[in-house]
């Protein structure tokens, strides 16, 4: 078989850059290609942050930006789109744009709002933005606790609950709406999956010490990769068996700065003696 006739899946990712190579278009790269699928990149914003906190960040030129994304849709088979920091309301705009165009392409979409410092990546005009454009057009929303809650308020609903959220967010039109636990309180980090008119589904994980650069966008990144590798593929084992993954990028992260540490996302190609099976992995009820 040549080269020319392999079929290698394709995500394409609207991203920003982190120069730490923690969080944004890097974590994205590395997710991906854990996956064992090419990522195409699309950088939205250019940041200035470490592992402690973001500082400022420039949103790219919304013309570059759609002119990349179109180039490489037109030149690249992409199985899967996966969304990062925005960085502009014209942005988000371009990325509907975009969507709008092919409607059969399955979107992850993490709505970025905060760095995982505290820090702002996003104001309120970006966040409605994207509330009315970009979330009805989402395949998979993968939102932390912060921002599900930002998001349903900004909507004017009601979301006192883990299961008012999930529903709430779910009535504004994705397919699957994962709310993540890791920055709530408590011995596990609980995550819960709503889909449709099932019950949810509750992911339990060990919680580990400390606090991680870049988790949301490993996750993020690992569930498109996951679905990039067949039109068929299976949403909630996707999902589940990114929530794996990402558990070991976690396991085996590394305080390399001054802040948060950094998810292992590589950590398959150590050696096997480091006994990566003793990582944590979700508990499904």
């Known amino acids: 078989m040549s080269n020319s006739e392999i079929n290698v899946p394709v995500v394409l990712v609207f991203s920003g850059h982190d120069p730490s ?103 309120e005009a970006i966040a409605k933005a994207m509330l009315n454009l970009l979330v009805p ?57 709503f889909h449709g008119h099932t019950a949810p589904r509750r992911f339990v994980f060990e919680r580990l010490p400390g606090a991680f650069h870049g988790s949301g966008c490993t996750l993020a990144s690992a569930i498109a990769g996951l679905l990039a590798q067949a039109s068929d593929a299976d949403y909630v084992n996707a999902i589940h068996e990114a929530q794996e993954y990402t558990g070991h990028t976690l396991f085996h992260a590394a305080q390399i700065g001054r802040g948060q540490w950094i998810p292992h996302r590589l950590f398959w190609a150590d050696s096997e003696e480091e006994g990566e099976d003793s990582a944590p992995v979700p508990r499904i009820h």
């Not at 930002?150 to 008012?164: F, N, Q």
Request: charged share 20%; proline share 6%; with cysteine.
């Open 21 to 123: 190579g923690g969080a944004g278009v890097q974590a994205d790269i590395e997710a991906i290609i854990s996956q064992g699928v090419h990522p195409a990149t699309v950088i939205t914003a250019l940041t200035v942050q470490d592992t402690v906190n973001v500082k400022r960040f420039v949103p790219t030129e919304p013309s570059l930006v759609i002119e990349q994304a179109r180039a490489v849709l037109e030149d690249m088979p992409v199985t899967c789109i996966k969304i990062g920091m925005i960085g502009s309301v014209a942005l988000v705009e371009v990325i509907h744009s975009i969507l709008k165009d092919y409607p059969e392409i399955p979107v992850v979409l993490d709505p970025v709002l905060i760095a995982g410092g505290g820090g702002a990546l996003a104001d």
């Open 137 to 193: 057009l989402a395949t998979v929303l993968t939102p932390n606790a912060y921002e599900a809650r930002a998001l349903v308020e900004l909507a004017g609903a009601k979301g006192d609950t883990i299961d008012e959220r999930g529903a709430a967010l779910l009535a504004m039109g994705p397919a699957y709406v994962l709310l993540k636990g890791g920055d709530e309180p408590g011995v596990e980090v609980e995550n819960w999956l």
